[in-house]
């Protein structure tokens, strides 16, 4: 089985997240080998926060999981594309994606 690289990236590689779907891009996290192997063990996407400094399965304290679909890595191996469907809000802001602003600040509609 193909895996990320997580040496090139000091440990962490760069997963963008999208709507299985529709292909929206819901957001982007960061993963390491735990994260990782519990994304494919559960099929629920799981994270590295760099800022908690822990693993966190995105939903569960919002109930807004993501289920995984597809799993897809790049041609370096060092960028990860999860394709999932979405339990409400990706975004910690309530919106469905978090790339809901334009570069004027402009909210999307």
């Not at 629920?44 to 400094?53: D, F, G, I, P, V």
Request: aromatic share 8%; net charge negative; proline share 2%.
């Amino acid at each position: 089985m193909i895996r990320p690289d997580f040496e090139k990236g000091k440990g962490l590689v760069p997963c963008i997240v999208q709507e299985a779907d529709t292909g929206e891009v819901l957001m982007l996290a960061y993963m390491n080998e735990e994260s990782f192997q519990k994304t494919l063990d559960t099929k629920l996407a799981t994270y590295w926060s760099r800022s908690r400094q822990e693993l966190w399965t995105k939903g569960e304290t919002s109930g807004h999981y993501q289920h995984v679909q597809e799993i897809l890595i790049d041609c370096d191996e060092d960028t990860i594309l999860l394709k999932v469907k979405q339990d409400g809000a990706a975004c910690h802001t309530g919106h469905h994606s978090c790339f809901y602003r334009t570069i004027e600040g402009e909210e999307i509609e």
